[in-house]
């Protein structure tokens, strides 16, 4: 079953600020998000338009090295 994507959802990605490198690429309904507070002092969410992305796990998709979790 898909998640649920409407006007109250947030797309993200979350980088590790130590290695800088993508831990995950998700999104979620904004009330499940904490208003915003990152609770891990080392990661970094970074919210996205939906348009970027999906334009981002596109991308990442095509690529047969990359791994998303959508």
Do not use: W
């Not at 891990?40 to 998303?68: E, M, W």
Request: with cysteine.
């Amino acid at each position: 079953m898909a998640k649920k994507q409407d006007k109250d959802t947030r797309y993200f990605v979350e980088v590790d600020l130590q290695s800088l490198k993508i831990i995950r690429c998700a999104y979620a309904q904004k009330q499940a998000l904490d208003k915003g507070r990152q609770p891990d002092a080392k990661i970094h969410r970074l919210f996205l338009t939906k348009g970027q992305y999906n334009r981002f796990v596109t991308r990442c998709a095509s690529d047969p090295g990359a791994a998303i979790e959508p």
